[in-house]
């Protein structure tokens, strides 16, 4: 607007050095400077009068003071200019009024006027001082509307701040320092149902805290209040409905500059959920312990280094071990078979590089001293790089079983042994012909012996080559029942290296008179570089022995053509040795293929049925496997296998 | 004419009966060989010499009752002694019907075996020294001419010189010449011996 900037004012005139400074003064005031009489004309104005109100100097000498007022004004102040005449002052004009100036072009501005009379000759005049304000003005409104701003926003928060405590899913509380409610949130009231006048009495505690955490509210609140420092406790807190739920209580104290308790500040949090779920998860792991404590097993945890970690009741309870002595990495040292420690170091030892589950039988010894046998099953849990953290081990008692394996593995030696007995029976004239064979030959050669030594010139040449036979079928006749002794004995499993074409040889030597009687002609195809195998002998060749016999069986009733037996041996893949007997017989029905296994089945007149079943056992027993197909041409095949001794 | 010495043929598959059968018979100055089985002896060519066969019953592939069939369907013609270790009734029958000399079961009496083993050859000899007679007398047959075999088969049969001139058609004289060449021919000293010879050829008169 009217901007009294310097560099906007005109130059200063030459003029009378008394008189120039005077009029430059007014000339050059900052402040519009009118001059009136006393009838209120201008008779002078300065240059920012002109700025101001946009008339030149010429325009408003002679016209009335009004005519710089607005419309509105004009009509009241000649009465005002008449009592001021009357009582003259230095004085501000229209004193707590707002003034303001109009311009030619009829716009207004607020101004600030001083008026001053001055004496002069013949009479007075009056010095009006116009100060524009507009620019304070503005300032001023301003500044009243940020204050309004500011109560307004004041307010708002309060009331949002009050909105936001009842909206907080919390119980919020302000008490006095001797705990007197002072504020409690609408939540409060909602839950606990008392009215506002209850909530706000010191006993509102006791009306709804349960009588147990009451007490030891009071007691924490004591201990708060005597170092001034915040507390927190679970209660139960009983609701408008009648039902208690758990709250997380916390006070936080306000504390003056001498650290006294001015206020405290609370909360109660709803956590009957969490305790809910908490008390289920504890549930949970009390049954889960309690399960554990009852499985008929022994359970534990272990470092990566087999240092145990867990064990359940029943480990303690077996091994009468203290939880002290359970924990100890030598446990196991203490209770289990010294020679099946070794081997359970020597599996740890292995597995902890590899981290793969491991599994072994061990005798571990019990309260009583007596050794009992488990199996032992550690699986690892591993991190992500596969490293090993923990091993979870279980040890179940098969002691029974085992003793059932036993006897039953002993009753079916015994059945084996049987069944070879009577197999053997069956083959008694078989048999006695291996045996007669070579008794004869000694007989017949003692004979002749006797001859070439009786007379006056006995052969003595002849008379040693006979004795030499005596000597070898001597010894034929010993090998024969050697074997029969060995085939006919009671003896326990034992495996050893075992040459299966020597095993087969026997056989077949004392089924050869059978086998003539039979009118069957066997043949044996053995692999030269038979591996050899880990076998029970007498075992192998009862196997073999079955297995001829009931080819023998097969061919009974075959006329028209050769009754042939092949028995084969190879060395066959994986690791074993397998060994083939085929028939020409009559051949298997397919439907009574898959039970020619089952003991007690048999297709034989007067057989008991328990060659194969039994011989499938052994079979099984030594790795391999028994079975059986129909050949292309008339008969039956018999394979079985057995493995290879490393 | 000296007859060659006897040998003693063994079949026994069993090599201690086999060899210690081989020296007993040795041991009494007797030729023996032995086979190990039934097809070994027939593929070895024989001798021919008086003898007996020593053949085990129970034998691999062809048995010794196989064996005996076979020789009898070859005319094969020779003693067996069957020894056998399971002394079963129904094969010492069949055998013994068969025209085996001898069963003997195991383990038996030398003595036994080796008495066989003589009666057989003694047998054997005789089998061949009557089978020798048989050619012979066979061969004299065959020198007769058709009307001189004719005048035999009547003279044998019992007819007067006068009833075979009748029945041929011939003179009594003729018929008499025809009878005197037979009996010169086949060197009959009396018309018995003509008779007995002709029994042994088993000629019958041709009705």
């Known amino acids: 607007m009217n901007d009294p900037s310097p560099q906007k004012l005109q130059k200063p005139q030459k003029i009378e050095p008394t008189q120039t400074l005077f009029e430059n003064f007014f000339e050059f005031s900052p402040d519009a400077m009118v001059v009136t009489d006393e009838d209120g004309r201008i008779t002078n104005v300065n240059s920012q009068v002109e700025r101001a109100f946009g008339y030149t100097r010429a325009e408003l000498l002679g016209l009335r003071v009004e005519t710089l007022m607005p419309e509105r004004f004009r009509a009241a102040h000649p009465s005002y200019r008449g009592s001021y005449s009357a009582h003259p002052s230095v004085r501000p004009m229209g004193t707590g009024l707002e003034l303001h100036g109009r311009r030619k072009d009829g716009t207004e501005f607020p101004v600030d006027i001083m008026l001053s009379p001055v004496e002069i000759a013949g009479g007075q005049i009056f010095l009006s001082v116009i100060r524009d304000v507009s620019e304070r003005k503005r300032a001023e409104e301003a500044l009243l509307q940020s204050e309004q701003q500011l109560r307004m926003s004041k307010e708002q928060t309060e009331r949002e701040l009050r909105q936001l405590i009842d909206a907080i899913p919390q119980q919020v509380f302000v008490f006095g320092a001797d705990w007197t409610p002072l504020f409690a949130n609408r939540r409060e009231l909602e839950y606990t149902g008392l009215t506002p006048h209850e909530a706000q009495s010191k006993d509102a505690v006791a009306r709804i805290f349960h009588p147990e955490d009451l007490k030891k509210l009071e007691v924490l609140r004591e201990r708060a209040l005597a170092i001034a420092a915040p507390f927190e406790m679970e209660a139960r807190i009983r609701g408008r409905d009648g039902q208690y739920r758990w709250f997380l209580i916390r006070d936080n104290p306000l504390r003056d500059e001498q650290g006294r308790v001015l206020r405290w500040y609370g909360t109660r949090t709803d956590i009957e959920d969490r305790k809910r779920a908490e008390e289920r998860v504890r549930q949970r792991r009390e049954e889960l312990r309690q399960l554990i404590d009852a499985i008929p097993q022994q359970v534990f945890v272990f470092d990566a280094d087999w240092t145990p970690l867990f064990a359940n009741q029943r480990e303690l309870e077996y091994t009468g071990l203290t939880p002290h002595e359970a924990q100890s990495k030598d446990a196991v040292a203490r209770i289990f078979h010294p020679e099946d420690l070794k081997q359970l170091e020597g599996l740890r030892e292995r597995v902890l590089s590899e981290g793969t589950p491991f599994e072994m039988e061990a005798r571990i010894r019990g309260t009583d001293g007596q050794y009992r046998w488990f199996l032992i099953r550690d699986n690892p849990l591993r991190d992500e790089q596969g490293g090993v953290l923990r091993w979870y081990g279980t040890r179940t008692d098969i002691e029974d079983r085992k003793r059932a394996e036993q006897a039953l593995r002993k009753a079916q030696a015994d059945l084996a042994h049987v069944t070879r007995i009577m197999t053997m029976g069956e083959l008694a004239a078989s048999i006695a012909h291996e045996v007669n064979?070579?008794?004869?030959?000694?007989?017949?050669?003692?004979?002749?012996?006797?001859?070439?030594?009786?007379?006056?010139?006995?052969?003595?040449?002849?008379?040693?080559?006979?004795?030499?036979?005596?000597?070898?079928?001597?010894?034929?006749?010993?090998?024969?029942?050697?074997?029969?002794?060995?085939?006919?004995?009671?003896?326990?499993?034992?495996?050893?290296?075992?040459?299966?074409?020597?095993?087969?040889?026997?056989?077949?030597?004392?089924?050869?008179?059978?086998?003539?009687?039979?009118?069957?002609?066997?043949?044996?195809?053995?692999?030269?570089?038979?591996?050899?195998?880990?076998?029970?002998?007498?075992?192998?060749?009862?196997?073999?022995?079955?297995?001829?016999?009931?080819?023998?069986?097969?061919?009974?009733?075959?006329?028209?053509?050769?009754?042939?037996?092949?028995?084969?041996?190879?060395?066959?893949?994986?690791?074993?040795?397998?060994?083939?007997?085929?028939?020409?017989?009559?051949?298997?029905?397919?439907?009574?293929?898959?039970?020619?296994?089952?003991?007690?089945?048999?297709?034989?007149?007067?057989?008991?049925?328990?060659?194969?079943?039994?011989?499938?056992?052994?079979?099984?027993?030594?790795?391999?496997?028994?079975?059986?197909?129909?050949?292309?041409?008339?008969?039956?095949?018999?394979?079985?296998?057995?493995?290879?001794?490393? | 004419m000296p007859e060659p010495d006897a040998i003693v043929l063994v079949v026994d598959d069993d090599v201690s009966v086999r060899e210690a059968l081989g020296g007993l018979i040795r041991s009494v100055g007797l030729k023996v060989e032995t086979f190990a089985s039934a097809q070994e002896f027939l593929a070895h060519?024989?001798?021919?010499?008086?003898?007996?066969?020593?053949?085990?019953?129970?034998?691999?592939?062809?048995?010794?009752?196989?064996?005996?069939?076979?020789?009898?369907?070859?005319?094969?013609?020779?003693?067996?002694?069957?020894?056998?270790?399971?002394?079963?009734?129904?094969?010492?029958?069949?055998?013994?019907?068969a025209g085996a000399l001898e069963f003997l079961t195991k383990p038996f009496a030398d003595r036994d075996l080796l008495d066989a083993i003589r009666r057989a050859i003694k047998r054997d000899r005789a089998a061949r020294r009557h089978q020798a007679k048989i050619s012979e007398l066979h061969a004299r047959y065959q020198s007769l001419t058709p009307r001189e075999r004719e005048v035999m088969e009547r003279v044998v049969s019992g007819l007067l010189n006068k009833q075979i001139a009748a029945e041929l058609g011939k003179s009594v004289i003729t018929v008499k010449a025809h009878r005197g060449q037979v009996m010169h021919k086949m060197q009959a000293g009396s018309l018995a011996d003509l008779v007995r010879m002709s029994e042994m050829l088993g000629i019958r008169r041709a009705k």
């Not at chain 1, 030499?468 to 004995?489: E, F, M, P, T």
């Not at chain 1, 060395?571 to 089952?598: C, F």
């Not at chain 2, 076979?70 to 129904?90: E, S």
Request: proline residues 4%.
């Open chain 1, 437 to 646: 064979q070579p008794i004869s030959g000694i007989v017949i050669n003692g004979n002749t012996c006797l001859r070439w030594l009786a007379g006056d010139s006995p052969n003595l040449d002849e008379a040693r080559e006979a004795a030499r036979r005596i000597v070898r079928d001597g010894k034929r006749a010993g090998d024969v029942i050697a074997r029969i002794r060995a085939l006919a004995s009671k003896t326990v499993t034992a495996k050893g290296r075992l040459d299966m074409n020597d095993a087969i040889q026997e056989v077949v030597a004392l089924v050869r008179d059978e086998m003539r009687r039979s009118g069957v002609t066997l043949w044996t195809e053995f692999a030269d570089d038979l591996s050899p195998v880990l076998g029970d002998r007498v075992q192998l060749q009862q196997v073999v022995l079955n297995l001829v016999m009931n080819g023998v069986q097969a061919m009974s009733t075959v006329e028209e053509r050769p009754r042939e037996l092949v028995v084969r041996t190879q060395n066959d893949e994986a690791d074993q040795v397998r060994v083939t007997v085929r028939d020409s017989g009559i051949g298997l029905d397919p439907e009574k293929m898959e039970r020619i296994y089952d003991a007690f089945y048999t297709t034989k007149h007067g057989g008991m049925g328990m060659g194969l079943s039994i011989s499938r056992s052994i079979v099984q027993d030594h790795g391999g496997r028994l079975w059986a197909a129909a050949n292309d041409g008339p008969g039956t095949t018999f394979h079985f296998t057995v493995a290879k001794q490393h």
């Open chain 2, 45 to 97: 060519p024989r001798t021919d010499a008086p003898g007996c066969l020593v053949l085990d019953m129970r034998l691999p592939d062809l048995s010794g009752l196989d064996l005996q069939k076979r020789l009898a369907g070859i005319d094969l013609d020779i003693p067996i002694v069957f020894i056998t270790g399971h002394g079963d009734v129904p094969t010492a029958v069949q055998a013994m019907k």
